[in-house]
């Protein structure tokens, strides 16, 4: 009998089910305790989640989104500088930049990996420029040694957009703690997802760590209840979040690894077929899967024939940023980017998650080869 059940994207509910009594028990934990603002689970989070990245701080705020805004400003960003980063993001790495009063511009990206191109960030870089925004994009790390070079260069700060890539490493050293700061989104669907919203600023800088700390927390001094250094605001995570992601933290390292097996079982299962499947990012470096994304002719066509089938998939990012009605006024012009122009033509999604299955990758890479009439 043909398998006709639906194969998700992601599949949330499936670890839920998994862990559903350890998180029920830690979020009646954490409401119990009334400390639900910055109290012990989110302190104990933060110290278990510093330790898996080796890093020396973990600040935990309200969402990947505003874990970059608080970064930036951490790192001295505000009114009047310029920060250069990726147009092939979600939307939440420029709308961020601009909530600390700075502007941004974009770079063009690499071919093959989709990650900001250190070729091009020079070119963008002028007077008022103060930091470089990379975006694992992915899960896929950036060509951060180079980037970091560029920034050494010209005093500027970088700021690790790390929201798809969790205990991806760069040559030895993990997303998030390369650069003078990291943001991480624990959005649902993430590798390391709340039961809603949250996110954390890394960092092995003291000084970002306790302006993170401030900027989160209304701009309140360390050691003063009601003096402030900073304007900040009310971006700060829930004990309950935090409860819920220590018990999840404790399976990220396997989680992740299944991933990555469930990529390489991708990778056979797609030879021959006329579509590019991830690269490898080489010696002491590894990949995230947050998504397994191909690069396919008739893009468009497939997705519609996958959907078909039942196969979840999606796209990201089919509008590149510059062109987003949001930022019309700002003339970016398509013509300076021309790989990200590419890649909004051709990048695909494949369902991922740990507990995909070899029968799903074998279906999912027969209904591929089907449609090419391989």
Same mark, same amino acid.
């Given at each position: 009998?043909?398998?006709?059940?639906?194969?998700?994207?992601?599949?949330?509910?499936?670890?839920? #089910?998994?862990?559903?009594?350890?998180?029920?028990?830690?979020?009646?934990?954490?409401?119990?305790?009334?400390?639900?603002?910055?109290?012990?689970?989110?302190?104990?989070?933060?110290?278990?989640?510093? $330790?898996?990245?080796?890093? $020396?701080?973990?600040?935990?705020?309200?969402?990947?989104?505003?874990?970059?805004?608080?970064?930036?400003?951490?790192?001295?960003?505000?009114?009047?500088d310029h920060v250069i980063t990726t147009p092939f993001t979600f939307i939440a790495t420029t709308s961020s930049i601009s909530l600390t009063g700075a502007e941004f511009s974009f770079a063009d990206v690499d071919s093959v990996t989709g990650n900001l191109s250190p070729e091009g960030i020079e070119k963008r870089i002028?007077?008022?420029?103060?930091?470089?925004?990379?975006?694992?994009? *992915?899960?896929?790390?950036?060509?951060?040694?180079?980037?970091?070079?560029?920034?050494?260069?010209?005093?500027?700060?970088?700021?690790?957009?790390?929201?798809?890539?969790?205990?991806?490493? *760069? $040559?030895?050293?993990?997303?998030?703690?390369?650069?003078?700061?990291g943001a991480f989104s624990f959005y649902p669907s993430k590798n390391l997802g709340a039961c809603g919203d949250g996110g954390a600023v890394v960092t092995n800088d003291a000084e970002v760590a306790?302006?993170?700390?401030?900027?989160?927390?209304?701009?309140? $001094?360390?050691?003063?209840? *009601?003096? *402030?250094?900073? #304007?900040?605001?009310?971006?700060?995570?829930?004990?309950v979040q935090a409860a819920i992601l220590r018990v999840k933290l404790k399976h990220l390292a396997e989680w992740t690894e299944l991933r990555r097996k469930a990529a390489a079982k991708y990778d056979d299962a797609l030879k021959g077929l006329p579509v590019v499947v991830p690269s490898d990012p080489g010696a002491g470096s590894s990949q995230s899967y947050y998504v397994y994304t191909i690069k396919?002719?008739?893009?468009?066509?497939?997705?519609?024939?996958l959907s078909s089938r039942k196969i979840g998939n999606a796209i990201y990012y089919p509008m590149p940023l510059y062109k987003q009605p949001v930022y019309q006024h700002l003339g970016f012009d398509p013509k300076d980017y021309p790989n990200t122009e590419k890649l909004t033509t051709e990048v695909l999604s494949l369902p991922m998650f740990p507990e995909i299955s070899d029968s799903d990758i074998a279906r999912v890479a027969a209904a591929i080869k089907e449609f090419y009439g391989k």
């Open positions: 009998m043909i398998n006709t059940n639906p194969i998700p994207l992601f599949n949330l509910n499936k670890q839920h #089910e998994s862990l559903r009594e350890e998180i029920n028990s830690a979020a009646i934990r954490a409401l119990d305790s009334m400390r639900w603002i910055i109290g012990p689970e989110t302190e104990n989070f933060e110290l278990e989640f510093a $330790k898996a990245l080796d890093a $020396k701080h973990c600040i935990a705020c309200s969402s990947g989104a505003s874990a970059i805004q608080i970064a930036l400003g951490a790192c001295g960003i505000g009114k009047g002028t007077k008022n420029t103060k930091a470089i925004l990379p975006v694992h994009i *992915y899960g896929y790390p950036a060509e951060m040694d180079r980037i970091m070079k560029i920034a050494q260069k010209h005093n500027l700060k970088v700021i690790e957009d790390c929201a798809q890539s969790h205990l991806a490493a *760069y $040559k030895g050293r993990m997303t998030g703690t390369i650069g003078h700061a306790a302006n993170s700390r401030s900027l989160r927390h209304c701009g309140r $001094k360390a050691d003063k209840t *009601y003096e *402030y250094g900073f #304007e900040g605001s009310t971006l700060r995570m829930d004990d396919a002719p008739r893009r468009d066509e497939l997705a519609a024939f």
